[in-house]
């Protein structure tokens, strides 16, 4: 995971700048004889658009953060085959790909609002087999049918500066990952290749080196702290599934 400092300075001056433009103009304003409201009107649009734009740049640093590649088809034509099959199959558009070199069995999902982006860990490609791994491709894919995505993937940018801390969480809901689990095996009508792909993550790990501002944007626990993320464990999970 990228751990550089210079995006954390970088991210701390743009925050602090995208407040003190606004408030820049608004003295200037107030200096120039404008009118309470307008001074108030004027200000407040300035504050919004400044943050609305600090955002954007900041989805793009969440993608940064997580520190995936872009995954080819020459060297992954087994992940862009699953994919492909279960998006022409479903109706859904095909997301971009990338990986991240890591042993554990995990994916992230992310989304700019536009484009959205499955992060696999080459570890969930080495060890999964074909009926596994288009489960759990499933499930990603069901997330990026969520409408909240893209605002949970800025939320990641903002639990990042240190006031939003205290404001925001990103806890995962148990009962929600359990139901996007249920619709996953709509795709691939087999519950029990998303049971067995739970299973040997379970085994493998699913822990991912600095994912404690991204940890709900993964679809298994990459932080080892359950009690603390949300993330359901995989045996409950596994119990549910094979209740269907």
């Keep these: 995971m990228n751990k550089n400092p210079a995006n954390s300075i970088t991210t701390s001056l743009l925050f602090i700048l995208s407040i003190s433009l ?6 200037l304003l107030s200096v120039l004889g404008m009118q309470l409201w307008v001074f108030l009107a004027i200000g407040i649009s ?21 520190s995936s590649r872009v995954a080819t088809q020459k060297e992954f034509p087994r992940l862009h085959n699953a994919i492909d099959g ?9 997301p971009n790909l990338k990986v991240l070199d890591s ?22 490609l080495m060890n999964l087999g074909v009926v596994e791994l288009e ?12 409408p909240r995505i893209s ?14 801390r205290y404001f925001l969480r990103n806890k995962v809901e148990t009962e929600e990952v359990l139901l996007l689990d249920q619709k996953s095996v709509t795709l691939t009508r087999f519950p029990p ?18 994912s404690a501002s991204t940890s709900h944007l993964w679809l298994l626990d990459p932080t080892a702290q359950l009690a603390t993320s949300g993330h359901p464990s995989a045996s409950l999970r596994c119990a549910a599934l094979s209740e269907l």
Aim: hydrophobic content about 45%; overall charge neutral; some cysteine.
């Design 135 to 146: 489960a759990l491709l499933a499930q990603a894919l069901i997330r990026t049918q969520e």
């Design 86 to 94: 279960l998006c022409l199959s479903h109706g859904i558009e095909a």
């Design 193 to 210: 290749g998303l049971i067995k792909a739970f299973e040997i993550s379970d085994r493998i790990g699913t822990f991912i080196e600095g």
């Design 151 to 164: 605002q949970e993937t800025q939320k990641s940018f903002w639990i990042s500066l240190p006031i939003f």
């Design 103 to 124: 042993s554990a069995v995990n994916i992230a999902v992310t989304s700019n609002g536009s484009n959205n982006t499955l992060s696999v860990t080459t570890g969930t």
């Design 22 to 27: 606004p408030m820049g103009l608004g003295v």
């Design 46 to 66: 300035s504050l919004f658009v400044s943050l609305t734009l600090l955002g954007r740049w900041g989805t793009r640093q969440v993608q940064t953060r997580i």
